[in-house]
């Protein structure tokens, strides 16, 4: 018996002076993966998975690291939730940098659940670990690092998931806390109880980040940024311990008694287009004293900044309450002025910028799952992603980085026919693009497997 191939029937529709006609190839708009799919098998090999960060089958761990990858591929290629495999497997590219076989939503959510605490722990050390070895892959002789450590809210509408509770905002949601440099390569992603305050195991998590800093780099110097909600004792005793420069912003209650202790008010030069200006576009003064926390050995440093309220200007004597305040604590002394470390502190909003593209770019705004360290183990996962995203965006232009939408577009979004024989498949791209992805995989065939990223 002779099987017949069914002969295709090609449609036509014509739209003013566009046809659309229908074909048999197989075309795909994720070509781009293949650059990522590279990436991915140099910056994160099979080996540096094991037990102790995978949950493990009772036939190993290899097909849970395909899971953990298909993740991170789904990031990259757009997918904002666990139910979007379905619609990627029928991408032709996406299946084939998943060798023909894409997980469902199912397993995916099943995969998530294996996850426990010590795994969770383990994972985030292991983002830490590969961070900074990308990091001196872009930037070998970098002679400072600074971290930037936040936490922000992750509204949630599902009744029965873990964790969800009523936050400081006024809203249920989840709490994700993050550090970043500032390059915006993350380091920690840590889902939380929505009522968890912002600084709750933040000194746990500057000795994690930082016991993962490989031998080469330990020498850079190191700053550490954070808002008021770190403003404590034991924030500034982890920082000091690990060697880290700070510099973070004081609650009002803090620094109020301080400002009699201030000597003199510095007032800065109108002239200085790079001066300090407070907030609103306030001339200011500056002033500066001590402050050692109770029960501490260590005096730290205190930058207090001042600016005459709008409703005090007409006034010819001027006294405390007419000024509006701002204060940092630090224990950067004499190898910055004061301007220097408040430049230095202000910053730091790029690290919302970084949670902002996490959000949006990655759709984190929302978990998926019910149970909270699934959660935990997604959120992990998204950094793994973010940070393969966030490399070839500042390989391609380290001085102005794009986001994710432009680099999906550049570098993931890029037509292509799947042509499949003899158990093979090639990607067929038009000649520009075929350059464009040639040029990238070239790169990443130059780097060694694993770690560190040294071009060879």
Known sequence: MILMRKKFKRRRLKIMNITIETTDKDLSSLAGMLIFKKLCEKAYPEDIFDNNN?????????????????????????AECLDDFNRLAMDSSFRAICDDRVYTPKSMGNFLRTFDQIKCKNLNSLLSRTSFRLRSSLFPTAESIIFDIDSTSNQQYGKKMEGVNMNYKGFKSLDTIQVFDERGIQYWNEVRSGNTHT?????????????????????????????????TKSFFDACTVKDSEFVICMRKLMYRPL??????????????????????????????TVYRPKNSHHEFR????????????????????????????????????????????????????FIRELKNGLDLHHYPCQKLLANKAFGIIAALSYNLMRFVSLKDNPTNPKFAKAIRFKFVHIPCQVVRHARKVTFRFMN?????????????????VGLPLVAT
Request: aromatic letters at 8%; charged letters at 30%.
């Open 54 to 78: 995978i949950p493990s089958l009772k036939s190993g761990i290899d097909k849970n690291i395909v899971k953990l990858k298909q993740l991170i591929y789904a990031f990259q290629a757009g």
């Open 199 to 231: 600084a709750k195991g933040s000194q746990e998590i500057i000795h994690k980040v930082f016991a993962e800093i490989p031998e080469e780099i330990k020498s850079l110097r190191k700053f550490v940024r954070a808002d008021s909600g770190y403003c």
């Open 259 to 288: 400002i009699k202790m201030v000597s003199a008010w510095e007032k800065q030069d109108t002239s200085e287009p790079s001066r300090v200006i407070f907030v609103g576009g306030r001339e200011c003064e500056i002033g500066e």
């Open 302 to 353: 205190v930058i207090i900044l001042r600016a005459v309220k709008p409703a005090s200007l007409n006034k010819l004597i001027l006294e405390e309450s007419d000024y509006d305040y701002q204060g940092w604590v630090s224990n950067i002394c004499e190898s910055m002025s004061a301007e220097e470390v408040i430049k230095l502190y202000r910053k730091r909003g790029h690290c919302e910028n």
């Open 432 to 448: 520009s693009h075929f350059k464009e992805v040639s040029k990238w995989l070239e790169e990443f065939s130059r780097m060694k």
